[in-house]
């Protein structure tokens, strides 16, 4: 049963992890602690099918991933696949390991946008956090080519306890790179994420002078970049609406060809998850177990079940409700209707200064 | 951020920028505009509007084409059109 909301929705956007291979190491990844081995991964035509049945579902962009796509030799003919397949194609990456050629040829493949992740404006803080010495000198030198070749730019900056002071810099920066949108994106406790939370955590005073600052920089740069940013979960009255609703607007495929309603859903326990190696994208959207778990409001439990919000923010994210309560049913626990709402902030006042635990394969 | 902020000059040639089209999908049930990382339904005037901005015509030239098709009064259709660019050109979504 698919819950007072059944109608079937029709998906939006793909997210293509199209490897977990990565150069970099950020503590604040959100790809799970156990990561698909390259042996496992969708091969080029595998992933020309997805794209096609993907448009035929009516997704209209899918957003190529990982990992590091560009640890993918095939990058170029799984991107033009995309766009043949009709989709507008947005290539998310660290830019290590995409050379000024390659970027070029993925241009002329149709790509559409490109997204690349600054980890600080200060050089040697950013490399510290990648975990990859030169990573910043990089990430310049390919939002340049891209801007060079008129391929749209946004520029990813993860926030947290070790930057967050310089989000005004990183916004100035995201200006100098030539960027037409900046995602001031917290970083959000899942995976890797989660085992660094402590290390990651912001402070109260530091979320709040962030926030102002967002409001002060949209006005002085109305027109001429957009600038995205939410508060982040551990500090939020309202819980966010995780990925538009469970099975509502996108879908996810990892490395090995696994179909999740969001890209930390394998963190939750008893889910069964269908492949595209066995199941067309349709019959995965309908039928498959997982994304069937948590669509409508049927699975809700009290605040959730008759709250006038259910169906804005559908109870919130199901990972952290997981995460946080253990049971992947709960009313996101960063709602202040939940009732353990308070144990949100005592996690987020639990901070130490220790080493990263680097993402590693 | 500047005094044209209400105005768009006749001589103007609306375009979209590389990284964003406007596309039919009966899936989604109409006009979209696709753009970074966002999608915007059109509803379907916004889309005649937007389908106008090719980067050949003048806002001038659009507007009144507008006026005739639409057989609106030229004034009312400059309000309304210069509203919507200004909007979506705030947004990044269109160049003037």
């Known amino acids: ?361 | 951020m500047n005094d044209t902020a209400s105005t768009i000059a006749p001589e103007a040639r609306p375009h979209l920028p590389r990284g964003v089209r406007l596309v039919h999908n009966e899936a989604q049930g109409g006009w979209v505009l696709l753009a970074p990382e966002r999608v915007f339904k059109a509803d379907a005037i916004a889309a005649e509007v937007v389908k106008r901005c090719t980067g050949e015509a003048t806002f001038a030239a659009i507007v009144d084409d507008l006026a005739k098709t639409y057989a609106a009064p030229r004034e009312r259709i400059l309000a309304d059109v210069t509203a919507l660019l200004r909007g979506l050109a705030d947004k990044r979504l269109l160049e003037l």
């Open chain 1, 1 to 361: 049963m698919a819950g007072n909301d059944s109608a079937l929705h029709t998906p939006l956007g793909l997210l293509a992890e199209l490897t977990h291979r990565c150069p970099l190491g950020c503590p604040y990844c959100s790809n799970p602690l156990a990561l698909d081995p390259r042996q496992s991964e969708l091969d080029a035509p595998t992933w020309a099918r997805v794209f096609n049945e993907a448009a035929g579902l009516g997704v209209l962009q899918v957003h190529l991933s990982g990992g590091e796509p560009g640890a993918r030799r095939d990058l170029v003919a799984i991107t033009a696949a995309a766009h043949a397949a009709g989709l507008y194609t947005n290539l998310i990456t660290s830019a290590v390991g995409i050379t000024a050629a390659t970027l070029r040829q993925l241009a002329d493949s149709g790509l559409d946008h490109v997204q690349i992740s600054i980890q600080d404006s200060d050089p040697a803080s950013a490399d510290r956090i990648a975990g990859y010495e030169g990573a910043f000198a990089r990430k310049r030198a390919l939002a340049a080519e891209g801007v060079s070749l008129k391929i749209p730019l946004t520029v990813n900056a993860v926030m947290h306890r070790a930057n967050i002071d310089r989000l005004e810099d990183m916004v100035a920066l995201a200006l100098a790179l030539g960027a037409s949108r900046v995602e001031i994106a917290h970083a959000q406790y899942y995976g890797w994420a989660l085992k660094n939370r402590a290390a990651l955590m912001p402070t109260a005073a530091q979320v709040k002078r962030a926030a102002a600052a967002v409001e002060q920089l949209r006005a002085r740069h109305h027109g001429e970049i957009v600038i995205d940013a939410v508060i982040p979960d551990y500090y939020a009255r309202l819980p966010k609406p995780c990925v538009g609703g469970w099975g509502r607007r996108s879908l996810n495929v990892t490395p090995g060809g696994r179909v999740l309603p969001c890209h930390a859903a394998e963190s939750l326990p008893g889910l069964e998850f269908w492949s595209v190696r066995e199941h067309s994208l349709a019959d995965i959207w309908a039928n498959s177990p997982a994304f069937n778990a948590f669509r409508g409001t049927d699975w809700m439990q009290e605040p959730c079940r008759s709250c006038a919000r259910r169906d804005i923010d559908f109870g919130g994210c199901r990972c952290q409700a997981f995460a946080l309560t253990g049971d992947a049913r709960a009313t996101d626990p960063v709602c202040y209707l939940a009732p353990n709402h308070h144990e949100v902030a005592a996690l987020a006042a639990v901070q130490e200064d220790a080493p990263y635990a680097y993402r590693r394969m």
